[in-house]
């Protein structure tokens, strides 16, 4: 019965095969102007007054265009009269932001109303009518044959995880369960995991809705966390660096994380912390490391602090009982070493007037000391973990004092220095970072500076730059690709920092291959910056068009996340209304300019293997290139003034504009994790429509390459 309503692709008649085609086309066109047409429409709620429904609006704007000839007004003007009410809502704001407002939403009005015509063209815009087109019939089926395999996918991720707590169950020693019992229960566990696995790898390799199911979650769960905390995305290699240190974490290691500058050490660390080991706390514990760190920073030190002011009566039992205590500890040690009665009755009275005295000063000002603990200290203290950051920084006559905290175990007794106590509570963990070269450079040498012993305390771990393949040709094979498309891990990365909440983005055309250019130069920077053997010599020619090797001379601007992030950031702050050179180059070649050779290397390295500053760019052999690069102002070619409200603004670049579109869902899945699988059961009801329809569907197919 349920086979009835499938057709495979081998029974479809040739006219049904070419309507498919066509279908295929319309609908990907479809769903893209829907996604970003949802997404304006959001955001025009904001402009509309309380309770006046998105609905009434989207029917408002799709009936002006059905009647588009009838109707005297246009779209816009509808739009417009709904917007009128929230205005007269805006009265008591400042003029200029209120005219900032309205220009904002005519233009989201505009680009709506576009995108509506689209829809009116496709013929797959009356929604709320009998008569729906065919492009919008198989969209809205691709829609259920998505949300199906999402839905198997869903289940058989619920299923294995649920494999995996009953697995992990069998490790906590039980009444019930033998130890032999436990291991054949979970190799029964481990079986199923393989079978549970290859279940859902063929369904995906099958399906392309679970191909796309699967991709989508992991897009989603690296964009939440890095929507939650706002600095990091959990790719595979991220993920795998988590796991290792939750091992080392288990273990009780102390952990020192290596790595090249701006690898993302520090927020590895953090992240780490925040997530899994105090989710809901988001205060991190943390010594900097700096060279002029005192012992105090890593231990305690006195502060002072303004004292509770106490009622007289509350005072003279505080006084009292701070006596009698004083008594049993210190005055009794201290009365022990002195033999007459005489002596020790006059040492006990001089004692007490002294402690009152002093006592009666701090009621007085207020004002008592305290001892401060250090992050370390509270860390031990509380059962957290703490992180010493750029480990690499701190003096080395701090390193006997770092070493015995770093031995502390849980239950150890604690004397601070000014003489508190406490015991280290289960929790505590070290988690270091050390930078291999660092930005100062003059800590170079590792071994000099740190004492074995020290190190010996440490796990290990080595932190390297994103997965990020260099410039190549994608391999043929579908298998291949994918695993070629997926090794892009950095690429992913800026990807993802630009996907709107459906997951798609409206960029230029070329947004995706610039930002692939741009991920692969900057790998072939990460791999001069380390020193890598790989990285051809005969890579650069200087000025004089010498072949030098580029390690000698890149010092320090390695273009690693701290550049690509505000370079990326700032394009899309800007709605990419700008080329991305032009933010490379501010956000980054400029940053070199004390160092011209340094950046004409990086400049060369842009231009000749990224395909970036061409055009008006000068050539990286260009004689005059070093005066240019030197002297050239780009905030200038790119901001002008908003003669609206004085601000800043960027200066649009008409032929960038031109070519703006939505990247659905879908693209952006299959550039991230390569091709789908191929469809080949459909619905029968896609071609259910009337003749007439199917003919006016290739007649405008017709007509349009006719074109
Ligand atoms: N996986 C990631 N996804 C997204 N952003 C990241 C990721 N890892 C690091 N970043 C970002 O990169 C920048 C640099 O990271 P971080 O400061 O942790 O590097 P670092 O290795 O500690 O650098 P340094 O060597 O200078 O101390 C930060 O802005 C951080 O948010
Ligand atoms: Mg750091």
């Not at 995305?233 to 080392?248: C, S």
């Not at 391999?475 to 992913?492: S, V």
């Amino acid at each position: 019965m349920k086979e009835n309503i499938f057709i495979n692709k081998a029974q479809m008649t040739p006219d049904q095969q070419r309507l498919l085609k066509i279908l295929e086309e319309e609908s990907e066109k479809l769903s893209a102007l829907r996604q970003h047409m949802a997404l304006n429409l959001k955001k025009i709620k904001n402009y509309l007054p309380v309770g006046n429904g998105i609905d009434t609006m989207y029917g408002k704007l799709e009936e002006a265009i059905w009647y588009k000839y009838g109707s005297s007004k246009t779209p816009e003007d509808q739009l417009m009269e709904l917007l009128d009410f929230r205005i007269l809502d805006l009265q008591d704001l400042d003029p200029q932001k209120k005219k900032a407002e309205i220009t904002a939403a005519i233009i989201m009005v505009k680009q709506l109303a576009i995108n509506f015509a689209k829809l009116y063209a496709l013929g797959a815009h009356h929604t709320n009518h009998k008569g729906q087109s065919e492009a919008l019939k198989y969209y809205r089926a691709e829609i259920i044959d998505f949300k199906e395999a999402e839905k198997k996918i869903a289940e058989l991720d619920a299923e294995i995880k649920k494999n995996r707590t009953s697995k992990d169950s069998t490790y906590i020693p039980n009444d019930e369960l033998s130890e032999s019992e436990a291991i054949a229960a979970r190799e029964g566990y481990d079986k199923k995991y393989k079978v549970l696995e290859k279940e859902y790898q063929e369904f995906g390799k099958s399906d392309p809705g679970a191909y796309l199911a699967i991709c989508l979650k992991q897009i989603k769960e690296s964009k939440e966390v890095f929507d939650k905390n706002g600095n990091i995305v959990e790719t595979p290699f991220v993920k795998e660096n988590l796991r290792f240190l939750k091992d080392l974490f288990r273990l009780g290691r102390a952990t020192l994380i290596r790595g090249e500058l701006g690898t993302g050490k520090t927020e590895l660390a953090k992240h780490f912390i925040r997530q899994y080991l105090q989710p809901g706390n988001e205060e991190v514990l943390e010594v900097h490391g700096l060279r002029t760190l005192e012992k105090e920073d890593v231990t305690t030190r006195q502060g002072i602090r303004q004292a509770p002011k106490e009622l007289p009566e509350k005072q003279t039992e505080i006084v009292t009982e701070a006596w009698k205590n004083y008594e049993q500890t210190v005055l009794k040690e201290q009365l022990e070493k002195i033999e007459s009665p005489e002596e020790k009755k006059a040492f006990i009275e001089d004692e007490k007037k002294i402690f009152r005295q002093l006592y009666l000063e701090k009621f007085k000002t207020g004002v008592e000391t305290f001892e401060e603990l250090s992050p370390i200290y509270r860390a031990m203290k509380e059962g957290r973990p703490v992180l010493i950051d750029e480990m690499n920084a701190i003096p080395h006559y701090l390193q006997p004092v770092l070493k015995s905290i770093v031995d502390k175990n849980t239950g150890e007794s604690i004397t601070t220095p000014g003489g508190g106590k406490f015991t280290v509570k289960q929790g505590f963990w070290v988690v270091a970072t050390w930078d291999l070269k660092p930005k100062d450079g003059s800590l170079h040498a590792e071994k000099e500076l740190i004492d074995p012993g020290f190190l010996s305390r440490f796990a290990l771990m080595y932190y390297d730059y994103l997965p990020m393949n260099l410039p190549a040709k994608e391999p043929d094979d579908i298998e291949e690709r994918r695993k070629f498309r997926q090794g892009n891990e950095l690429f992913r990365m800026l990807v993802i920092r630009m996907l709107n909440e459906k997951l798609g983005a409206y960029m230029p055309e070329k947004a995706l291959d610039d930002l692939e250019r741009l991920a692969q130069c900057a790998r072939i920077i990460q791999d001069v910056f380390k020193g890598e053997e790989k990285v051809s010599q005969r890579l650069y020619r200087n000025t004089y068009g010498v072949e030098v090797d580029p390690r000698q001379i890149l010092e320090e601007n390695v273009l690693s996340l701290r550049y690509l992030i505000p370079i990326v950031e700032n394009w899309k702050k800007d709605g990419f209304c700008r080329p991305l050179d032009d933010y490379i180059f501010l956000h980054y070649v400029s940053r070199s300019k004390s160092r011209p050779e340094e950046m004409h290397l990086l400049y060369y390295i842009l231009q000749i293997i990224g395909d970036f500053f061409k055009g008006e760019w000068l050539g990286a052999h260009n004689t005059k290139i070093m005066d240019d690069l030197l002297r050239y102002n780009i905030i200038r070619k790119m901001y002008g003034v908003d003669k609206l409200n004085g601000h800043e603004k960027p200066i649009p670049d008409e032929s960038v504009e031109l070519t703006k579109k939505y990247f659905t869902r879908k693209e952006i899945a299959e550039r991230l994790f390569g091709n789908l699988p191929e469809k080949t059961r459909f619905r029968k009801d896609i071609f259910s429509a009337s003749q007439n329809e199917e003919q006016k569907m290739l007649a405008r197919k017709q007509k349009k390459v006719a074109e």
